[in-house]
């Protein structure tokens, strides 16, 4: 989000400089000029957020000024300040299309007051907007299909519109390492302060929040200025608005704001509108993404294929290389499924390898990965998990393989056992293949020997 720029343009925008001048929190950026042309220039070169504005000369009527201003910025609110309170001024203000009045003799009470309310709470959305306005707007959001990046899109135009600090976007549902899966963040300075902050407020936001934007204080304190990254840790005021999806599915949004929105900010017609676009773009985009997982699920066993086992271990690998992160991977085959399918068929066979499925994904966390490799073969990404924490997980699969009465609703009772082999990234290999190698060679140490066993990669074969 860039950063609010307001433009004063003034013949006296030195005085006017000196009623603003330390009130505003750092990255707000001021430009104070005092002709016209200079004006001219910086309007045609750059957008800013609000321009506070005083006519250069009595003669030209003031909704003539108004006009040449707005021609120049139509989308900016433009904040007029007149010498009376009275005349045609006033009159020709207003016709011009001037957001807000104000008069030089109140001016240092009531500048700043006015400034914040279009800076931090979302005022300029209240003035008549047009259609292609409104589309422009949503345009980024309503072009976008990638779910992560129409997330963070939706989580910028929020911030934009209301000047807010920083936000998150966020579903309900199991994740990595919380109750929420996060879709997106802005503003953050460090990696875990989302986490921190949805542990906080995560479930007031759900309770909280509705299919229209609204303000919260998860706090219970009303004002204030700090957002999630406060350093302080105070959040008292939230943007709220929720979304609701396919049956079951709710998308969240929490934006940090400065100053809270009265009602009819939070009521205008852009925030309405694009709150609809949003909507319907996060569930087309949900949509998509659905069919897409598809292709990385094995039709048997309902668990992931060898496609998505390269998509996660090349996730695994960037993880690792930027947090220094590990994990492992365990390559297994069940020890003579041929016997299964020639003693009961195929069908029994294929009825096997869902409860084996079923097994192996009971063995392991929400965060780790089950795959169908192909045949009787399977995959498991352990994340986080060095070579002997792995084997203590191996060995529970073994005896739980070993253990387990396969089938018996067909009022049959199969026993099977499992081999299973170990490689550790970065500890027995740091490329994406070397370490599917590895693993696939411990397994077949055991296939070799025993069976029923669980072998770590030798070291001899770590490059």
Not at 129 to 158: N, R, Y
Not at 205 to 228: K, Q, T
Not at 256 to 269: Q, T, W
Not at 276 to 302: F, G, H, P, W
Request: hydrophobic content about 40%; overall charge negative.
């Amino acid at each position: 989000m860039t950063a609010p720029r307001v433009l004063i343009l003034c013949p006296d925008a030195e005085r006017v400089e000196s009623t603003v001048r330390g009130t505003f929190p750092r990255g707000v950026h001021f430009s104070f000029l005092s002709s016209w042309e200079d004006g001219q220039a910086a309007l045609r070169k750059e957008n800013f957020s609000v321009i506070v504005a005083k006519k250069f000369t009595r003669k030209q009527p003031t909704e003539e000024y108004v006009a040449d201003l707005l021609a120049l910025a139509p989308k900016t609110p433009l904040i007029l300040i007149l010498a009376k309170r009275e005349g045609p001024s006033v009159l020709g203000a207003l016709k011009g299309g001037a957001s807000e009045i104000l008069f030089e003799e109140a001016l240092p009470g009531t500048l700043v007051p006015c400034l914040e309310k279009y800076l931090f709470s979302g005022y300029g959305l209240l003035r008549r907007m047009s259609l292609d306005e409104l589309f422009d707007f949503c345009i980024p959001v309503i072009t976008t299909s990638d779910l992560g990046i129409l997330s963070t899109t939706i989580l910028e135009k929020l911030r934009e519109a209301l000047g807010g600090t920083s936000g998150v976007l966020f579903k309900e549902g199991p994740a990595a390492g919380g109750a929420f899966e996060i879709l997106a963040t802005l503003g953050f300075t460090e990696e875990t302060e989302p986490d921190a902050f949805l542990h906080r407020f995560g479930e007031f936001l759900v309770r909280h929040s509705g299919p229209f934007p609204s303000v919260i204080y998860p706090d219970g304190a009303e004002g204030g200025r700090s957002g999630p990254e406060d350093p302080q840790g105070e959040t008292p005021i939230l943007l709220a608005l929720r979304f609701d999806l396919s049956p079951g599915s709710r998308v969240f949004a929490a934006v940090g704001l400065r100053a809270a929105p009265e009602k009819d900010v939070l009521n205008s017609p852009l925030l309405n509108f694009f709150y609809r676009q949003s909507r319907l773009a996060l569930i087309n985009a949900e949509r998509n993404a659905q069919a897409q997982s598809l292709i990385y699920i094995d039709d048997l066993t309902k668990l992931y294929n060898s496609r998505y086992l390269n998509v996660v271990l090349d996730r695994e690998m960037k993880r690792s290389e930027r947090y220094r992160n590990f994990f492992s991977v365990l390559f297994m085959d069940v020890d003579f499924f041929k016997r299964v399918n020639d003693s009961h068929g195929h069908l029994v066979g294929s009825r096997v390898l869902v409860e084996v499925g079923a097994v192996l994904r009971a063995c392991v966390r929400e965060t780790d990965t089950v795959v169908r490799y192909g045949g009787d073969e399977f995959v498991v990404l352990l994340v986080e998990t060095n070579a002997e924490e792995a084997m203590l997980v191996a060995e529970r699969m073994r005896r739980m393989m070993e253990s387990k009465p396969f089938v018996t609703d067909l009022g049959l009772d199969i026993r099977l056992t499992i081999s299973i082999g170990i490689a550790a990234f970065p500890e027995h290999a740091t490329t994406k293949q070397h370490l599917l190698n590895l693993a696939d060679q411990a397994m077949y140490r055991g296939k070799e020997s025993t069976r029923n066993v669980v072998y770590l990669a030798d070291p001899q074969n770590v490059s």
